[in-house]
């Protein structure tokens, strides 16, 4: 494999992505693809994930459905636990170490979230997969995203979406929506264009993280971006 552009990076995989073609749940076929193309990023980069649940369960949507925001949340962390562990089986069926970090305590089935471990993890070529977001509700898995890549020092957040980047418009509704090259964080901020929350943004702003928003679906995509090619969107 070429040359990395980057040495350590997180790679932001949304709950939807993971269902694949299906309209719910976990899609074991989509997530073995994952897998493998992570294991191919993992020989020249070190790889942190970090994974929603929108595919099982959406905090937002049971709070707008009448349901106390706090439990919603809390409901929403523990799905993407569940994709966190079926994604450590995929990886670990092709023989990559991989540790599940939660934030949640949960010993029985991950590992708490250490910071120095984690990193530790990671110099020894191992997958680092984060879930359970920040372990507090109100915060998103991409302000969880952000907060990591502070945390070990990342030199990149991948936003892997149903979308191969950001418009100014939703593409599935307007079909001359604009794709934008690229962003910086203020523009992503000021026009409210959903790379990520504005709590996420913020804090990749005010550490000058890098932000790569590209679409999942594309076999080896993951790839691309490591190696530097201009795919979706990118925001700095």
């Known amino acids: ?14 709950g939807e992505a993971l269902s694949g073609n299906r309209e719910y749940g976990i899609d074991p076929q989509f997530i073995n693809s994952i ?17 929603g649940g929108g595919n099982i369960f959406r905090g937002v949507a049971g709070s707008a459905q009448g349901m106390d925001r706090g439990t919603a949340d809390y409901m929403g962390m523990l799905a993407t636990v569940i994709n ?29 979230y250490i910071r120095r471990r ?13 879930a359970a977001g ?25 936003m892997a979406k149903n979308v ?23 523009e992503v901020i000021n026009n409210c264009l959903g790379v990520m929350d504005s709590t996420a943004v913020s804090l990749c702003m005010d550490n000058k993280i890098p932000i790569v928003v590209f679409g999942l679906q594309e076999i080896e995509n993951i790839k691309r971006v490591v190696l530097g090619e201009e795919i979706g969107t990118f925001v700095r």
């Open 1 to 14: 494999m070429t040359k990395a552009k980057f040495s350590r990076v997180i790679v932001k995989l949304s």
């Open 35 to 51: 897998a493998e193309e992570l294991k191919e990023v993992n020989d020249t980069v070190e790889v942190a994930i970090v994974v």
């Open 84 to 112: 966190a562990l079926a994604l450590q089986d995929a990886l670990e069926k092709l023989e990559i170490e991989t540790r599940v970090q939660t934030a949640i305590a949960m010993r029985e089935v991950a590992e708490p």
């Open 118 to 130: 984690a990193m530790r993890h990671l110099e020894k070529g191992r997958i680092v997969i984060f």
């Open 134 to 158: 920040t372990g507090n509700p109100f915060f998103s898995t991409d302000t969880t995203a952000a907060l990591r890549a502070a945390e070990i020092g990342a030199d990149a957040i991948l």
């Open 164 to 186: 191969d980047g950001v418009y100014d418009s939703d593409p599935a509704e307007n079909p001359d929506a604009v794709k934008f090259n690229e962003l910086d964080y203020i």
